[in-house]
C-alpha cells in the first residue's frame, strides 16, 4: 500500500474552479493506477476519475466529463483533479485512492489505498 495525502479543496462559488493535488509516498508511484472519489453527506463514495500508471488512459464519470481532467506527474509522485464550471450539489469530501498494478480503476473496491480526503463545498 502506500500513503496519500490529499490538498487544495475549500470552498468556491458555483461557476468557479479547483485544483486538487494528492501526492503519494513511496518510490513505486508509477506503478499505480489511481482514483478520485466523492462522497456528500448521507451518500455513496462515488467514482469522479480514473487514471493509469502512465497518465495515458482515463475514466471520468459522466457528470464530470469536459469539466474535470485528471492527471499525474510521476516524477513529482502526485496525481491531480481539476475541476471546472463547479456546481453546489458537487460540495463533497473528495478522496485520493491508489493501487498497484495496470489498467482503469473505477469501483472503490478496486482500490486498497485512501487519503483522508479533502473538503471541497460549492457555495451557490
Known amino acids: 500500500q502506500v500513503q496519500l495525502l490529499e490538498s487544495g479543496g475549500g470552498l468556491v462559488q458555483a461557476g468557479g474552479s479547483l485544483r486538487l493535488s494528492c501526492a503519494a509516498s513511496?518510490?513505486?508511484?508509477?506503478?499505480?493506477?489511481m482514483g478520485w472519489f466523492r462522497q456528500a453527506p448521507g451518500k455513496e463514495r462515488d467514482i469522479v476519475a480514473a487514471i493509469n500508471w502512465s497518465g495515458a488512459t482515463t475514466y471520468y464519470a459522466d457528470s464530470v466529463k469536459g469539466r474535470y481532467t485528471i492527471s499525474r506527474d510521476n516524477a513529482k509522485n502526485t496525481v491531480y483533479l481539476q475541476m471546472y464550471r463547479l456546481e453546489p450539489e458537487e460540495t463533497a469530501v473528495y478522496y485520493c485512492a491508489a493501487v498497484a498494478g495496470y489498467g482503469l480503476g473505477i469501483g472503490q473496491y478496486d482500490y486498497d489505498s485512501w487519503g483522508q480526503g479533502t473538503q471541497v463545498t460549492v457555495s451557490s
Open positions: 513511496g518510490r513505486t508511484f508509477s506503478r499505480y493506477r
